[in-house]
């Protein structure tokens, strides 16, 4: 999630994934196996329109199969009202940008080093 979003559930899943990456490549537990780096992390958007997204990625192909798997959460349906239209416009918007018919929006979490090859 994005560090931004308004849930403070998100902003925390944000923090702990940022950190969890982090701390997967330090060898400090050689029971639980080797280190993992990630090559990249990435926040994305839910309800709240990221400024300055830094990739997008073109969902077209999928987006019928996201809002289906968003229907399942139907317990948020009365708590986050007008979610599924925001997604959808936020996807809409988003390709719009990208030169497709729907995209997400992703930003580099900086804190966290990459390797480019």
Same mark, same amino acid.
């Given at each position: 999630?994005?560090?931004?979003?308004?849930?403070?559930?998100?902003?925390?899943?944000?923090?702990?994934?940022?950190?969890?990456?982090?701390?997967?490549?330090?060898?400090?537990?050689?029971?639980? %196996?080797?280190?993992?780096?990630?090559?990249?992390?990435?926040?994305?958007?839910?309800?709240?329109?990221?400024?300055?997204?830094?990739?997008?990625?073109?969902?077209?192909?999928?987006?019928?199969?996201?809002?289906?798997?968003?229907?399942?959460?139907?317990?948020?349906?009365?708590?986050?009202? %007008?979610?599924?239209?925001?997604?959808?416009?936020?996807?809409?918007?988003? %390709?719009?940008?990208?030169?497709?018919?729907?995209?997400?929006?992703?930003?580099?979490?900086?804190?966290?080093?990459?390797?480019?090859?």
């Amino acid at each position: 999630h994005s560090i931004n979003d308004h849930h403070r559930d998100h902003r925390n899943v944000h923090v702990i994934t940022k950190e969890a990456a982090w701390k997967s490549y330090e060898n400090i537990h050689p029971e639980l %196996g080797n280190p993992h780096r990630a090559d990249i992390l990435l926040e994305y958007e839910v309800l709240q329109l990221m400024p300055d997204p830094e990739i997008l990625v073109d969902t077209t192909g999928f987006h019928e199969v996201k809002r289906k798997a968003l229907r399942i959460y139907q317990s948020q349906e009365n708590i986050i009202t %007008g979610a599924h239209q925001f997604i959808d416009a936020a996807a809409t918007a988003r %390709g719009y940008t990208a030169g497709c018919k729907f995209a997400e929006a992703f930003r580099l979490i900086k804190s966290h080093p990459c390797i480019i090859e």
